[in-house]
């Protein structure tokens, strides 16, 4: 038999109280709150590390969740995902405290001129050692495109070319500007770095003008880990090209795996990729016991603290969807906005034990865990539901989120890796320890930059070639 894949464990936050289950920074045992001290960040980064999870996944948003009642209000009471701290400004905190565990930060394309990000995101490379992942995200609400000088968001397909142009511009100043022998430290001659081994990139498209040359030296990636969420037409086949992890929330895997299988033919057929080299990532947030009765204790518990109207606030940003407008008790399934009654059908697919849909319905569902399902029970009946994940919607791993912090970390430490383990489901240690990011994301000792197949490898340049010998790619 052929040995078992190995899972991509990572943990998915935001810096903000309860991220995914909103009102659960109520509970006494949860420490979310403290956010803002960079203790909280310290201590999970090394928890997590001695455990040996792959990477700390940071989500981020740029605006507050209005779209409910027309609003901010269930989301400043409740505390849902609001208020939120820039996440990319505690890694290198968090870097300093360890060696191995990698740290995917999500930066949006939409709203930040890509020469001044190159520098933030190459910065925070040298000072991780190359440990930085970078979740390319073109953002969603309006509220964030009203802050940042726009009247509302772009169209979605007109922020995927953006983005698309924006990321061609980033691997020019990562991978093109400077020869990767740029730097000589020569102390007897007086040269720090070679003229004619920094060359401008001299971009000029339709969203972007940057001349360069990129400010920074090259970092130990160069090139970020390149993580993608988004799965509409745009968004697959700007995964196909640039990603090198997929992130997916669904409430089940026959959500995603269409999508999945779309993706790695569309890398395999159109970009020459090996489809297995794009990996994938589920949310899901595992409620564990050693028993399944104390597994559903401590659901029952969670749920007296989830903030029903937090997780309306959440579900209406997501969806676009004001339910706010539809009485209490009002059957979702039979209203005439063609958006909520689709969109409802699809969350009673996944619970069909509910015979009424009304906005309160959906904010239960979605209150503890968010849009991604929870999994609860025993470590093997835990396993058992992820490993469904694997067989049916062919993902690689799991962003697992929280329902109390730093608790539910600690309880898949403690009882859901070991019974990964015992399956050959999770490896026993860092496949390069003190390596970079991608090294142990692959598993692959060496391989600091993006794969020879990749897109960004086109854009190297390497030691020992010439400048006119080595044409940047448009």
């Given amino acids: 038999m052929a040995p078992q894949k190995k899972w991509i464990v990572n943990a998915f936050v935001e810096m903000c109280s309860g991220h995914q289950s909103p009102g659960l920074w109520r509970h006494p045992e949860d420490h979310s709150h403290q956010f803002g001290d960079v203790e909280h960040w310290v201590e999970l980064a090394k928890l997590l590390e001695d455990a040996k999870f792959h990477g700390i996944f940071i989500a981020d948003v740029l605006g507050g969740y209005d779209v409910y009642n027309g609003n901010l209000d269930a989301a400043k009471i409740s505390g849902a995902q609001w208020p939120v701290n820039e996440p990319l400004s505690v890694v290198s905190a968090m870097a300093a405290a360890t060696k191995s565990i990698g740290f995917g930060v999500t930066v949006s394309t939409t709203y930040e001129q890509p020469y001044h990000l190159a520098r933030r995101l190459s910065t925070v490379d040298h000072l991780t050692k ?7 995200v073109t953002s969603y609400l309006d509220s964030a495109a009203r802050n940042m000088g726009f009247k509302e968001q772009l169209a979605h397909d007109e922020r995927y070319a953006q983005a698309e142009e924006y990321v061609k511009v980033m691997y020019k100043l990562f991978e093109s500007s400077w020869r990767d022998d740029a730097v000589v430290l020569d102390r007897e001659k007086g040269v720090y770095t070679i003229p004619d081994r920094v060359r401008e990139i001299n971009h000029d498209g339709k969203y972007f003008t940057v001349p360069g040359p990129h400010i920074c030296q090259p970092s130990p990636q160069r090139t970020p880990l390149l993580l993608q969420a988004g799965t509409s037409k745009a968004g697959k086949q700007f995964a196909a090209q640039s990603a090198e992890a997929i992130f997916v929330s669904a409430f089940s895997p026959s959500v995603p795996a269409k999508s999945i299988a779309e993706i790695r033919e569309l890398a395999r057929t159109q970009h020459g990729r090996d489809p297995s080299n794009i990996k994938v990532l589920a949310l899901v947030t595992p409620i564990i016991g050693r028993t399944e009765e104390e597994a559903q204790a401590k659901l029952a518990d969670y749920r007296k603290y989830a903030s029903l109207d937090g997780a309306l606030a959440l579900f209406c940003g997501w969806t676009g969807i004001d339910l706010g407008k ?18 409802v059908e699809a969350y009673a697919k996944f619970s069909p034990g509910t015979s009424k849909w009304t906005k309160h ?20 009946q835990v396993v058992d539901g992820l490993q469904t994940w694997v067989d049916e919607a062919d993902v690689d791993g799991f962003n697992f989120a929280y329902a109390l912090f730093p608790q539910s970390f600690k309880d898949i430490i403690e009882l859901l890796l070991p019974e990964l383990k015992a399956r050959g489901l999770f490896w026993e240690d860092y496949a390069v320890p003190g390596g970079t990011y991608r090294e142990n994301f692959y598993g692959s000792p060496g391989q600091k ?5 990749h897109i960004a490898s086109k854009y190297r340049w390497k030691a020992g070639v010439d400048a006119k010998d080595h044409v940047i790619p448009e």
């Fill in 130 to 136: 190359g440990r930085l992942g970078w979740n390319i």
């Fill in 326 to 343: 539809y009485g209490d008790d009002e059957e979702l399934r039979q209203v005439e906005s063609n958006a909520v009654r689709s969109t």
């Fill in 361 to 380: 319905t959906v904010a239960e569902h979605v209150s503890i865990g968010g849009n991604g399902p929870i999994i609860v029970g025993t470590p093997a």
């Fill in 449 to 453: 930059g993006p794969l020879d197949e």
